[in-house]
């Protein structure tokens, strides 16, 4: 069964750090890009951050960047997300997703990806 399974999430303070980690079921996690999404309660899914097939492109969200790091290991079939300085306003649902092999676009949206795991919890208190 191919799938995505996300871990890492937990309740931490404002200013905080999390890393969050995604672990694929198939070998071939190392040809599809992987990204990273959240969603708060009554919000749309927000994008945060994509990661290309070799780990040597990432895009983060501007409200992310310069806190967040997206990395992955292929031997592991694992992505991961450092998350620094945290703030409530990012308590939310984060999901890892991957894309289709080979795929060619940015990884900016939901759309773009057609594998997600169940999501991890991560709450931010003030």
């Known amino acids: 069964q191919v799938q995505l399974v996300e871990s890492g999430g937990g309740l931490v303070q404002a200013g905080d750090s999390l890393r969050l980690s995604c672990v694929a079921s198939?070998?071939?996690?190392?040809?599809?890009?992987g990204g990273w999404f959240r969603q708060a309660p009554g919000k749309e899914r927000e994008f945060v951050a994509t990661?290309?097939?070799?780990?040597?492109?990432?895009i983060y969200a501007d409200s992310v960047k310069g806190r967040f790091a997206v990395s992955r290991d292929n031997a592991k079939n694992t992505m991961y997300l450092q998350m620094n300085n945290l703030k409530p306003e990012e308590t939310a649902v984060y999901y890892c997703?991957?894309?289709?092999?080979?795929?060619?676009?940015?990884?900016?949206?939901?759309?773009?990806?057609?594998?997600w795991g169940q999501g991890t919890q991560v709450t931010v208190s003030s």
């Open positions: 997703a991957s894309t289709v092999p080979s795929y060619s676009g940015a990884g900016i949206m939901p759309y773009e990806y057609n594998i």
């Open positions: 198939w070998a071939t996690f190392s040809s599809r890009t």
């Open positions: 990661i290309s097939r070799s780990g040597g492109n990432q």
